[in-house]
């Protein structure tokens, strides 16, 4: 399993969407709990940010592979629970 990187701003209504899927898909799935998420808010941690390839949040990466950018959908945010889980 790998760590998921999870770039967000706080305040974003997109955010807090992507937020709330993965709360909804570890009670769905506890076994989604182990997975970690390293949270950067984009504002606060601006200089790692721009080390990224991205333009919208939420944006989640595993390892050096973008998984998801921009309007979360639920089946978007359990394909990147699940890659994180199935990554060696």
Not at 67 to 82: D, F, N, Q, S, Y
């Amino acid at each position: 399993m790998k760590e998921i990187t999870y770039f967000y701003l706080r305040g974003c209504p997109f955010c807090k969407r992507a937020d709330d899927f993965i709360s909804e898909l570890i009670n769905e799935n506890p076994a989604f709990a182990a997975v970690q998420i390293n949270r950067i808010e984009e504002r606060e941690n601006a200089a790692l940010a721009r080390t990224y390839n991205y333009y919208y949040v939420p944006c989640i990466w595993l390892g050096g592979q973008k998984l998801h950018e921009g309007v979360p959908t639920k089946e978007k945010i359990r394909a990147c629970l699940e890659a994180a889980l199935e990554a060696p």
